[in-house]
């Protein structure tokens, strides 16, 4: 049974990547999910707000203007709000890749462009196999059209490509306008990676305390649905790489996501709410489905129920969602 497949120019034993989750967040983690079997590991993200923090500190400008106006103080999260500071990254980057023999993914979450492209090649002297640019923007300023937000992703991705040499991934949200065109516009741009979607984390209103609350819900594999959507119709389209996270929970979903086109799948909930063992329990099960249905191999399934290839495809376009509505009856 050969469950072997290639992300981002690496040769991975199977599918089954351990997705940014705190149970990387230190070396005994790490070694835990290689143990369990995961094919590589993704760190959690280094925030631009935690190098930006950090650049201004060496000015003491944080304290200086810190109740300068109103904002000032929710406007950098404190140091207990991350796990690891700039510098602890980058040292637990070296720690991680010296105790494992599975590629360690990096990870930046930024906004803008050249902010934070020193740390884009201190990862790289710190050993990571790739990096994964999280591009998590939330735009409320109203002035802020789609093209400025498409524009400034693009613009990173041609930057932290010209400041490293090991594969970039990049890591959607399903907001933009036309969510095809900026994943083809990424990947002329340099993308080696593309993966979809980044898990937005609503905030809540709590109606006694008068405060807007953080919140965190973990997945269902019924998440699933958006990502083999998107993922069927960029397979074949691309250049880049492509990766499932958000949804995976099982080894069904694992066939579902490889047959819409993934190269691998990022698990983050599941391995939260089972601990890492659940890698070894979804990798047998796997093999165990491809047995019993006679593939030999996960290359085989690869995209074979793209939109390229679907004999169907009315199934992902717009014939579908008209006779789903015409075909409900309450």
């Known amino acids: 049974m050969d469950l072997s497949t290639a992300y981002l120019g690496l040769t991975l034993a199977h599918p089954l990547v351990a997705g940014a989750s705190p149970l ?17 590991i993704v760190l959690r993200s280094l925030f631009e707000e935690q190098i930006t923090r950090e650049q201004l500190s060496e000015y003491d400008n944080i304290d200086i203007h810190a109740e300068s106006f109103a904002e000032a103080a929710s406007y950098f999260p404190s140091a207990d709000a991350f796990a690891l500071a700039p510098f602890e990254y980058l040292n637990h980057l070296r720690r991680a890749k010296d105790a494992v023999r599975i590629p360690v993914i990096a990870s930046l979450n930024g906004s803008t462009p050249g902010g934070w492209i020193e740390y884009a090649r201190l990862m790289e002297q710190a050993g990571a196999d790739a990096l994964e640019l999280n591009l998590y923007r939330i735009a409320t300023d109203p002035r802020t059209t789609s093209v400025d937000i498409e524009r400034q992703a693009i613009e990173t991705v041609r930057e932290v490509k010209r400041a490293v040499a090991i594969p970039v991934a990049v890591k959607l949200s399903p907001f933009y306008t036309a969510f095809a065109h900026v994943a083809f516009e990424l990947d002329g741009a340099g993308a080696d990676g593309l993966v979809v979607f980044n898990r937005f984390y609503q905030p809540d209103i709590d109606t006694e305390e008068l405060t807007a609350s953080r919140t965190l819900h973990l997945s269902d594999s019924s998440e699933l649905r958006l990502r083999l959507h998107w993922m069927a119709i960029l397979s074949g389209r691309v250049r880049a790489s492509l990766a499932v996270t958000g949804g995976v929970h099982t080894a069904l979903d694992v066939v579902k996501a490889t047959m819409a086109g993934a190269h691998v799948t990022q698990m983050v909930s599941a391995l939260l709410i ?21 593939w030999e191999r996960l290359a085989q399934m690869r995209g074979n129920l793209s939109l390229s290839k679907v004999p169907d495809p009315d199934a992902y376009e717009r014939a579908n969602y008209m006779l789903m509505l015409r075909g409900w009856r309450v």
């Open 24 to 40: 990387s967040d230190d070396v005994d983690g790490v070694r835990r999910l290689e143990d369990a079997g995961a094919a590589a």
């Open 274 to 294: 089972h601990g890492p063992g659940h890698l070894k329990v979804v990798r047998h099960d796997l093999e165990a489905w491809m047995q019993e249905h006679e």
